[in-house]
Structure formats: C-alpha cells, structure tokens
C-alpha cells in the first residue's frame, strides 16, 4: 500500500496532462487499443498445455450437463427447448465459459494487492481500457483454443441444433462479443473492490459463486418462474453473460425477442463499463488524496 | 564410515525440444554425469560450478529432493530418498531461493514449529536457538512475519531454522545469493565460526568464491556434470597453473600499449594509467622491460594468484578429463 | 538406530503434525471476517448443487426412471462425501503451484511425510460449512424417501458416505499426481473430480453409452452413490447390475486407495525440482 501511496501524485500528473482528442487521436486510440489486444492474445497464447487441459475439461462437463438436461427433455422439449436445442446450448455453453471468462481472473487485484497497480496509472491509456483491450484479446485466443474444441466434439456423440435465420448468425457475433465486455467489466468492478479493502478475497468468492448459476451455466434460466427471470434479466447482468448469446444461437425465441435480449445485454455493458470508469476514478483520487 | 558417500551418482532428465511448429522432440539431458565423493565428518567443502554444471541437482539428491537416476548414495549412513524422512532429521538445508520458513508467521513461530516438527526437547531447542541469536542478531526481527523480511534477515532466520535440529550435516545452496555486504560478512564469519567450533560437516554451494576462500579447506569443481577438481584450493591454483599479475602505474596512458610475448594484458584500467598484464610463460622482468622503454613507470606490484581467475579459466578450457580423486 | 533417531517425546510424529494444524488454523482464522464470509461462500456452492437438481426436476417429473426423492438420496449421498473428502484431501489439488513454486521441495526435506504435510498446511477450514451441508442433505433425503429401514440399510447409509470419502479423498489425490509429469494440467483434474461430483448427483441411468461405462464402472463412480442409493431404496438396478452392488462401496474405496498411494509413489519418484 505505501508503495501505491507514493506513485499516487505521478498518477495526478499524468491525468492532469492528457491531451484532448481530436481524429487523429481517434485513430491512435484504436491502435493502441489493438496492439494491447495483440500482446493480450499472445500472451495467453503461451499457456497452450493449460488451454489443452481446460479444453479436455470442458468437454467432460458437455457430456455431463448434456447427458441430464437430454434426461429431462424425455422425448419432448422442455424450458421451451428441444433435445438438439439442449445440447447446442450445453456445448457451446461450455465453448463460451472460458470465452467470456467467468472464473478465475484476479489479475487486477492482485496488482492492487501488490502495489504494482501504480505501474498501470502512470502509463497513458486509461487502466480501464488497457485491461479491456487485453481482455478482449485473451477471449480471441480462448475463442481458438477453447471454444472450438467442444463445439467440435458435441456434434459428435449428439444432435445439436444448427440456426435457421441467417441474422441469428451475427446476432450471436454480436452478442459474444456484448459477453465479453460486459463479463470483463463485472470482473474488473469485483476485483476493484481491493483498492478498498486491500483483498477482493470476498467479493471473488461471492461473484464466482453467483455467476454459474445465475448466467445459465448449471440450467437454462428458462427452467425458472417467468417472474424470476424477469427480476434476474432486468435486475442483473448475470443472463447477459452467457444465457442470452446461447438463446439466441438456438433460436429459442422470435427475432423480435432475440434483439430485444441483444439490445438489453448491450445496455448492461454499457452500464457496467461506466461504472467501471466511475469506480477507477474514485479509487485513483483515493490515492492520490492519500498520496499527499 | 565416511558422512557423504556417492559412487557413480548420475541425473538425467528428459526434456521436450521444440523441433519445428508443433513437433517436439524428446532429448536426455545428462544433470549429473556419475560423481564419486567422499566426505568425512566435519569437513568444509565447497562444491562449485558454472550454472548448469549440476551443483544443486547433486545437491537435491542428496537431500532425498530427487531420486537418482542411477548410482549410489549415502548420507549419514541412510538411502536419501529411501529413509527421506529419518535422513531429514540429520541434515539441515538452506536453499538460497527456497524458503523454509512460514511466510505469514512471526519468524519465532516458525522456529517453534520446527521443534516439534523435529521433535527436538524444549531446552536443546531454547540453547541452540539463543546462540544463533547472538551469533546471528536475530532479536530484533524474531516477531516479525517472514514476509516482511529483507533478504538478509530471512538467510539468517533460515541458517537458524537449519540448525535447530543440530544437525550432523549442512547443506548451503547459494547462502549468500543476493546479500547486502553486511549480511554477507555475517553469514560467512557465523559458519566460520560453526566450522571450527562443531563437528557438523558443511557443504557449500556458491557463486561467490569469497565463500570458499574464507570458509573451506577443500574444493570440488564440477562441470558438465562431472567433478573436474577435488583438492585444496593450493592444489588448484598449482594444478592449473594460476597466473600471477603485474599491475603497473604509468605517468602517462599508453596510445598502443605493449604486448610481451608470454605474458597477456589482462585490464586496462585508470583511463590507461594502470595496465595489468597476466604472466602465462613470462617472467616479472619481461613485462617491466617491454614496458620500460615506452613509458614511465610510476609503481608495480604483483598479484598472487586469484582463485576466481583460475576457476573462470577452469570454465572456459574444454571438458577436462574427469579426474577422479584418490 | 531408530532410538537415537527419534528422541521419545510425549507427542512423537502425532504431536508434529497437531502443531502444523495449530499454525495453520491461526493463520486462516486470524481474520475474522474474511473467514466468516468464506465459510458462507463454501456453503454456497453446495446449495447451488442441490438447488440445480431441484429446478430439473421442476420441469420434469423424473430422471433417467427416478423420482426427486430417490435422487435425493443420491444428491445427499454424493455431495456430504464429497464435500467431506474435499475439505480433508481437496487442497492437494495446489500440488501444480507447489511445484512450480518449489514450495514441494520444502516439504520433502522436512521429517515428515510429504502427503500428510501438504494436506495439513493447507486445510481449508473453511470448507467446514460445506461438509456439514452435505450432510444435512443427506440425513434429510434418507428421511423423507421413505426407505424401508433394516439394520443392515442403517450400517450401509453409514458406510456408504465413508466409502464415499475415501474413493473421492484417493481421486483427489490421484489426479493431482498428473502435475509431477505435467506442471501445466490446470483443470484437468477437475474433469474426474468435479465431473465425478456432477455424475454422483444423478442416477446412472441419466448417461449412456461409452461415457456412462467409463464413468459408472470405468472410474468405479457407479459405487459412490447410485448403487448405495438402489440398496437403500430396495429399487433392482436397471442396469442389471445384482443387489450387492449396493455394497461394493468400501471395497470400491480400498481399490481407489491402492491406485492413488501407487500414483503418489511412483510421483514422487518421478518429481523434478525445479530451477537449477
């Protein structure tokens, strides 16, 4: 913490300094912003044999929750799915769980923990956006090494349900993507509760907790009270992380509905993404407050 | 019955190679290339080598760490890997990046569990932990959380945790990796002191031949796996033939300074007012002549030989014979 | 030799190892509140476990030929040995960080066993929580699935649950042993234990084919829970297995034993420090 203290005034002059931006600036940002998600695609790149292993994992699991939820289809639908649509979602589920990166990314807090946060505040890209951007390019590598081998596998052992409207195509493009960035912001809001309180212990634990069960990674969320789904679609970004693009991939419901569901996912992103920036704001000012 | 016995001691690992985009080749790396010692109670040895040369992988084995991958070895009379445990309770190891220690514990704590984690009765264990902490200083940190020790003051905390068991054997890897120069000079004159106290037998890895110099008598140089020197530190300098220096001070820096033959000019220093050559077949007067002509000399003095230089030399000359000792 | 070696002291090895527990139960309950929150979080994902099987069974009315409550019994049987198993053995799934870390070298030059060691210096106490909801939730389904109790039904829902610990607790430590050829196999452990977890909480008959064969009788998993769980409903298993498969859980359990003390071995043999 001392160390964070000290760097704190470094942190007020670089912020006091940026330039205001204009087009070109514009257009620097977006290549910053790529080089960041280059080097965050490489740098996950390099962990292949734990990609490999997570991969073997996931696809276990397909079997596993595919097995059940086809058990409970009988021969019918069930949740307003049918069989296909069931193991669609269950694979690609499994695809889009290390995608999106519900579990284990405490890679702010740490730095927080450790003080090597104050690094991160002196460089000239916001905190906020330089973790996104490697981020996203993580969840690139992770769509390649991660999502692909157990989609590969599912259609294998099961009949899986392929989309019949091509807009659902880039809807669910659209609506990974959506994924990503809003579970990014989640993860960083969680882990920046450390700036507070030194440890994100707590908060991890509870988000790690919540976030399987209320996404639809467990159960559909289908399979709950129309009132429950509701408060949880409405009320948290959890069914945005990854029940939404898995609904709209199967078609579960009319193109109304699957934009509607996009449309909302893209409104939690943003609101969490500025919440993000409120929260990086406060916590900077905390320190350089204490700082001086 | 010697302390340390090892007879054909070999290592090898198996690594994968990259060989092509995704291809991987399987190689056998040879660590430790069949080493024979003996060690007798109460010797100082100092065991060194370049990195790779094998010293802590040696070391790993005989401490129970890694099994061997052929040969034999004795500590104390027991199989490392086989009596592990009984063996652990008659050596006692520093490694310099390894801690033995509980990081979030208070450093008396850890020492406290060490008791009975070795079982040692309560007043052997409150004599010996009160002369480690005069000989060592440890009075001032023995509250504070591992942690948060300078690396300094955790060496010391885990020369102590190594010894509070009394331990017949010492192993140090690297003790002195990273000290201040305070903290250096205090772990070498503690296990100085150690050494002509106890009848505790010392082997000692390290960088730093000051190390050696000051605290062993006997010396084993290692490369490639295989020893390449057992013997005094004066049988080395005489085997290898070490070479003497001639410092000399001139008033004026030289443009092209001369070359005798049989002697190397080893550093210029000074902005070129001192030059220092290394005799190889040249004699003192040679390197005065060639130099008398060209400038004035100001001063001379000779250098004895220097155990760092001939060990850099013993490096960089092509794999020896392994010399087996007597 | 051996008196010399080990110095009689009331206590002994016993007394070492109740030392190690007391430094580490002080560490992880120095902070209160943290620790609080964490036995509430392990709680969590075992009621998340249970709360999955209940919303399936909201929209179906059975699974794989089985009712909720016969479920249950399995749900109960399986979450409390896991949850047992994973609060006393779970923590050497850290083996890959303790290599990597060179803590393991640590442990093998200290006079105690490695495997006793590790598991001690990091009990998760916080998992306490956990092991106590599991089994609640089996005393509540062995209640309410209006088993047809016996002596012999008694004996086999205490003996069951052990089994059950002892076949996870050997799992636990089995798969970890991968990390001593394979640093880097992060999660795949989890495939076995989690997944065994996951394939435990349902009856048999829910899977099919090849990845029922590997998991149910493959792996042993069929012993853990679904068998037991057929004996004590007096239900014949549909799979055709006979009766006394139900009681097949210890010795199951014993062969789990043999095959992870034989992997640790051979591990350990194979264990190569790191650095240089």
Known sequence: ?292 | MSVIELDGLRKEFTVRVKAGRLRREKRTVTAVDGIDLRVERGELLGYIGPNGAGKSTTLKMLTGVLTPSAGRARVCGLRPVADRTRLALRIGVVFGQRSQLWWDLPLADSFDLLRHLYRVPAAAHAARLRRCRDLLDLDDFLATPVRQLSLGQRMRGELTAALLHDPQVLFLDEPTIGLDVVSRQAVRGFLAELGRTGDTTLVLTTHDLADIERLCARLVVVDHGRVVHDGTIAALHARYGSRRLVVADLDAPLAVPPRPAGAALHRVEADGHRLVYALESAGVAEVVSALAGLAALRDLSIVEPDIEDVVARLYRSPAPDPRRPS | MTAADRPARPGGTFGAYRALLGAQARAQTTYRASFLLDLVGNVGATVFDVVTVLVIYGVTRELGGFTLRETLVMVGLSSSAFAVADLLVGNIERLPTHVRTGLFDAVLLRPLGALPQLLLMNLPLRKVSRGLFGVGVLVVALTSAGIDWTPARVALAVVAPLAGVVFFGSLFVATATVSFWWVDSGELANSVTYGGRDFTTYPATVFDGWFRAAFAYGLGFAFVSYQPALALLGRADPLGLPSWAGWAAPGVALVAVAVAAAAWRTGIRHYRSTGS
């Open chain 1, 1 to 292: 913490m001392a160390g964070l203290r000290k760097e704190g005034n470094g942190v007020g002059s670089v912020t006091a300094t940026a330039a205001p931006s204009t087009s070109a600036n514009v257009t620097r940002w977006f290549r910053t912003f790529g080089a960041i998600s280059r080097a965050g695609f490489r740098r996950y790149s390099t962990y292949r044999q734990a990609a490999l292993a997570g991969a073997v994992t996931n696809t276990v699991f397909g079997f596993l929750h595919c097995a059940v939820l086809l058990a409970a289809a009988g021969s019918g639908t069930v949740g307003g799915y049918d069989r296909p649509r069931l193991a669609t979602f269950v694979w690609m589920g499994q695809g889009l769980l290390a995608v999106v990166l519900l579990w284990g990314w405490t890679d702010l807090a740490d730095r927080i923990r450790t003080g090597d946060v104050a690094a991160d505040l002196l460089r000239p890209v916001h905190p906020v956006t330089s973790y996104l951007a490697t981020d996203l390019g993580r969840a690139g590598y992770a769509a390649l090494a991660r999502l692909l081998p157990p989609v590969l596998v599912g259609p294998l052992f099961f009949d899986v349900y392929l989309p019949s409207r091509w807009p659902t195509v880039g809807l669910f493009v659209v609506s990974v993507v959506t994924a990503v960035v809003l579970c990014f912001g989640c993860r960083f809001l969680v882990n920046a509760a450390a700036y507070w309180w030194q440890d994100a212990r707590g908060p991890v634990l509870l988000w790690t907790l919540g976030s399987g069960v209320l996404a639809g990674l467990y159960f559909p969320l289908r399979f709950l009270p129309d009132w429950l789904q509701l408060v949880l679609w409405f009320g948290t970004p959890f069914p945005s992380l990854m029940q939404t693009p898995l609904d709209v991939l199967v078609e579960r419901d009319p193109p109304a509905v699957q934009v509607g569901l996009v449309a909302l996912q893209l409104g939690w992103a943003v609101l969490v993404l500025a919440a993000c920036r409120l929260v990086q704001r406060r916590a900077e000012r905390r320190l350089v407050v204490q700082g001086g």
